[in-house]
């Protein structure tokens, strides 16, 4: 899963090279959920601002450089 809380993913990119970036880890087999915000993590519980909750052993909190 892939949390992101803008509409798009990687946006100080060109518009074509976002899209490329999001069809290459859809590809991978990422789920992505935009407009989305984690608001907590709690041992294997991350929780968002909407509905989604996800079970996971491994975080990784990141910012597309």
């Given at each position: 899963?892939?949390i992101?809380?803008?509409?798009?993913i990687?946006?100080?990119?060109s518009v074509?090279s976002?899209?490329?970036?999001e069809?290459f880890?859809v590809?991978?087999?990422f789920k992505?959920?935009?407009?989305?915000?984690?608001?907590?993590?709690?041992?294997?519980?991350?929780t968002t601002?909407?509905e989604?909750?996800?079970?996971?052993?491994?975080?990784?909190?990141?910012?597309?450089?």
């Open positions: 899963n892939l992101h809380s803008g509409d798009t990687c946006n100080i990119m074509d976002s899209k490329a970036a069809k880890l590809e991978l087999g992505i959920w935009k407009n989305v915000r984690v608001t907590n993590y709690d041992c294997g519980t991350i601002n909407s989604l909750v996800f079970k996971t052993g491994t975080v990784i909190w990141t910012a597309c450089v």
